[in-house]
């Protein structure tokens, strides 16, 4: 594996990332007292933050990485949604797939954090499915992106209301006509709609919800059972699954490899898996070996979880440690 050659080509990539986006807000300062009007801490606030959230955080990924990224979403034409629209900016992401509309509620998730602890969050939120006509805007901004040319497209669901049935089914077949490769970070709602993508990538917790199933992990052959039962179903290319501190298992037609986890002082697991569907998305565009994209994801993604907080991967620190794993 050449490590420099591998990382300048993700530069080249340019992947568009399709879910629900939102705006994660930060209010912090000190606590001092108590308020006399209810057992509550008075915050004195110190600073006030926005940064982008859910599947605008795949693209921070992505960004990181060097490539080009496009945001897909449906968001609301509110003081939030235009914040989050100059956000992406700000951060070198398109917003050329993002659809604002009169009869959404752009997402936020304020965190009230006090004395550097996290006493309260807010959510102001919408989430019922997208109307027809916002699924066929989001449709029609997807066809142009890959009628220009796109390297793959990542499915992020956070179950917001984006990625309905119709917008799933849709949007795989866009990409299928058109040989995109297609990657998936599920959520219970719509598991299994995501027939025939590439890569399929639930977490362990998913999986067993997705098809409500029961099993331990030490048992081997309880989980393959699962995931074959899952393939069968999705009839998906790849099987990318993350199992917490037991590491990845990744699966396609002819192999399978259990990729152990690596040692790591745990901080923070938030934003994990975003950077894992990063990773695994740009290794695919360079049809690596199944057993690189898990190494190099599975390392990504415990890198992240070193720090607090979600934060993207950095590109030099992911470089070094794969070239020190390598050379060891």
């Not at 890198?303 to 620190?317: A, N, P, R």
């Amino acid at each position: 594996m050449n490590i420099n050659a591998l990382f300048e080509q993700f530069s080249g990539k340019k992947i568009a990332v399709v879910g629900d986006v939102m705006l994660d807000a930060y209010l912090r300062g000190g606590v001092f007292r108590v308020s006399p009007e209810a057992p509550v801490p008075i915050v004195s606030l110190e600073k006030q933050e926005d940064r982008l959230g859910g599947a605008a955080n795949v693209a921070l990924n992505l960004v990181s990485l060097g490539a080009k990224a496009i945001i897909c979403s449906v968001i609301g034409k509110d003081k939030d949604g235009n914040r989050l629209v100059d956000l992406l900016a700000e951060q070198g992401i398109s917003s050329e797939g993002i659809v604002q509309s009169e009869n959404r509620q752009t997402t936020v998730k304020t965190r009230v954090i006090g004395n550097n602890q996290q006493l309260l969050r807010i959510d102001a939120e919408q989430t019922d499915d997208i109307n027809s006509t916002e699924e066929n805007q989001i449709i029609a901004k997807i066809q142009h992106l890959i009628a220009q040319g796109i390297d793959a497209l990542i499915f992020e669901d956070y179950n917001k209301g984006v990625l309905t049935q119709n917008v799933i089914e849709k949007i795989i077949q866009l990409c299928q006509e058109n040989q995109v490769v297609t990657t998936v970070d599920p959520k219970k709602t719509n598991f299994l709609a995501y027939k025939g993508v590439t890569l399929f990538k639930p977490n362990l917790k998913e999986l067993k919800e997705g098809l409500d199933v029961h099993f331990s992990i030490e048992n081997r052959s309880d989980f393959e059972d699962a995931v074959q039962q899952l393939e069968q179903i999705l009839q998906n290319e790849i099987t990318f699954i993350t199992l917490s501190e037991h590491g990845v298992f990744i699966k396609n037609e002819a192999d399978k490899f259990y990729i152990p986890a690596h040692l790591r002082n745990i901080a923070d697991v938030s934003g994990a898996g975003d950077t894992v569907i990063s990773v695994a998305t740009l290794c695919l565009t360079l049809g690596l070996p199944i057993s690189e994209i898990a190494e190099i994801a599975n390392l990504a993604g415990g890198l992240v979880c070193e720090k607090s907080g979600v934060v993207s991967i950095e590109l030099l620190q992911l470089k070094a440690e794969l070239t020190k794993i390598k050379t060891n």
